[in-house]
């Protein structure tokens, strides 16, 4: 058997990752788990395996009293001075109590803890490896469909990708490569649970840093990120470098890093808004592709008041309200658009108010 426990030990520690010690440790906690459940002892105990042999002795403890209430657990200090006069009171005494058939005995009843903690230690790896990834991207293979959730292989384990954070529209084919975004590891009982999303902002991110060399290196910051998953997401990008666009360091030469997204996006359109300290003109350059004529500003209710030709008013609502929708989400700001014509009449209803008649207008 002590080869056996050697061999299996280092096959384990080569093929599962899992260290020589902690497969020892587990040993021995069976061991001695099964030594107690066979041989009947209330007694302190512990089981040393060599880590060089694979020999394995059990070890009685009692520790060294003045006075022994229970001759199991104790000795007293003149018993003890009669095995070794340098003992003192609080001292540990230790005596080997290996049983002749402890080897087969122990072989079967131990088997099942190690093959447990063997499993807890594996559980630890693959959490510990994941729990250090959230927040980030990876790559895995769809397995199967059951109840709407997509269960992913990540090679060792599986995560999970629930109807929330699936994309609308998008099929979820078995043997399909597929990039998820981490968001979140959870420790159970049956081993980690890795929660993953196609829907989160956190997914564009991450590829637009993949994508784009000038994020990776902080030549271009990405200042805010808004997106309906599926449908249009906007970017807002900043450079303290003049010379630098951020706008085109995004959409790269001819679209193509832009147009790389927005293929592992299926489809989902993407505005790369410049980024601007100015209120007016970041709320302004959010409500892209529309043009806009002016934005009125109130600070302190974060409100803004955007013109836009009569022409450009559905373009600047976006289908459902969505632009303005992802333009408020963008910039933080509440937005009210209103056409120049619709202007006119605030205008001419606040001169009526404010003059009584509109005989000047």
């Not at 440790?25 to 788990?33: D, I, P, R, T």
């Not at 903690?117 to 895995?140: C, K």
């Not at 302004?284 to 002016?294: D, G, H, I, R, T």
Request: contains cysteine; hydrophobic residues 40%.
């Amino acid at each position: 058997m002590n080869t056996e426990i050697l061999t299996a030990v280092k096959e384990l520690e080569k093929e599962k990752g899992i260290s020589a010690e902690i497969l020892f440790e587990a040993l021995e906690a069976a061991l001695l788990s099964a030594y107690r459940r066979n041989f009947g002892s209330l007694q302190n105990a512990r089981v040393i395996v060599d880590r060089q042999t694979g020999d394995f002795k059990v070890y009685s403890q009692r520790t060294v009293v003045e006075e022994v209430t229970d001759p199991r657990l104790e000795i007293s200090l003149e018993e003890a001075r009669k095995i070794d006069p340098r003992y003192q009171v609080g001292d540990v005494i230790e005596k080997e109590v290996t049983p002749r058939n402890f080897g087969r005995i122990a072989a079967q009843t131990a088997k099942q803890v190690v093959v447990q903690r063997i499993r807890e230690a594996e559980r630890n790896i693959v959490y510990e490896e994941f729990a250090s990834r959230e927040g980030d991207i990876v790559t895995g293979i769809v397995q199967r469909v059951e109840q709407k959730n997509v269960y992913i292989s990540l090679g060792r384990t599986e995560a999970i990708l629930t109807p929330p954070e699936q994309m609308p529209g998008e099929e979820y084919r078995p043997g399909n490569r597929i990039k998820t975004y981490v968001v979140e590891v959870r420790k159970t009982t049956k081993g980690p649970q890795i929660l993953v999303s196609r829907t989160h902002p956190g997914l564009l991110k991450r590829l637009l840093e993949l994508e784009v060399p000038e994020l990776q290196e902080g030549l271009v910051e990405l200042k805010a990120i808004a997106r309906e998953a599926g449908y249009r997401s906007k970017i807002a990008v900043y450079s303290r470098e003049e010379k630098l666009d951020p706008v085109g360091a995004c959409v790269g030469p001819k679209g193509a890093r832009i147009q790389a997204i927005v293929n592992e996006l299926n489809g989902e359109k993407i505005d790369v808004i410049k980024w601007n300290p100015d209120p007016s003109k970041f709320v302004a350059a959010a409500l892209s592709p529309a043009k806009v004529v002016a934005v009125e500003i109130w600070e302190e209710e974060k409100i803004a008041r955007v013109i836009v030709p009569d022409y450009q008013l559905s373009l600047a609502i976006g289908k459902e309200g969505q632009n303005a929708r992802l333009a408020a989400k963008l910039t933080g700001w509440k937005i009210d658009i209103k056409s120049e014509s619709q202007m006119q009449e605030i205008y001419a209803q606040e001169y009526r108010e404010y003059y009584g008649d509109d005989s000047v207008l």
